[in-house]
């Protein structure tokens, strides 16, 4: 299973970015995904997840509001659209997909596939 994460870059304080996920090797259908981050010197955390069908998200309260999850499953992709982008949201980014089918989850360990990161930068 692969998950390739694209769409990082530098943008300046206040602007927008859409990351996208693609998955290869796993139908990710039956199967919720999740983002998280983790900015220099700190641990990764939690940002998002959107269940299997997509009808249902959360996020964590830093980003509530600002981020919105979503997920094509025809194209086995899951996105990160980011707007009013604060310095603080500067991280590497990462997609992951839950290790059980039918289940969500804010924790890190009930992910077993990760995308490889991709680097966000928000300038003051």
């Known amino acids: 299973v692969l998950l390739q994460a694209s769409g990082g870059g530098l943008v300046q304080a206040g602007g927008s970015l859409r990351l996208s996920c693609v998955v290869s090797?796993?139908?990710?259908?039956?199967?919720?995904m999740g983002w998280f981050r983790q900015a220099p010197g700190k641990e990764r955390e939690f940002v998002g997840s959107?269940?299997?069908?997509?009808?249902?998200?959360s996020y964590a309260d830093s980003v509530k509001g600002r981020f919105t999850i979503s997920r094509d499953n025809a194209k086995n992709t899951v996105y990160l659209q980011m707007n009013s982008l604060k310095p603080e949201d500067t991280a590497v980014y990462y997609c992951?997909?839950?290790?059980?089918?039918?289940?969500?989850?804010?924790?890190?360990?009930?992910?077993?596939?990760w995308g490889q990161g991709t680097l966000v930068t928000v300038s003051s």
């Open positions: 992951a997909s839950d290790r059980s089918k039918w289940h969500r989850s804010s924790y890190g360990p009930d992910y077993d596939y």
């Open positions: 090797g796993r139908t990710i259908s039956s199967y919720a």
């Open positions: 959107i269940s299997w069908t997509g009808g249902s998200t």
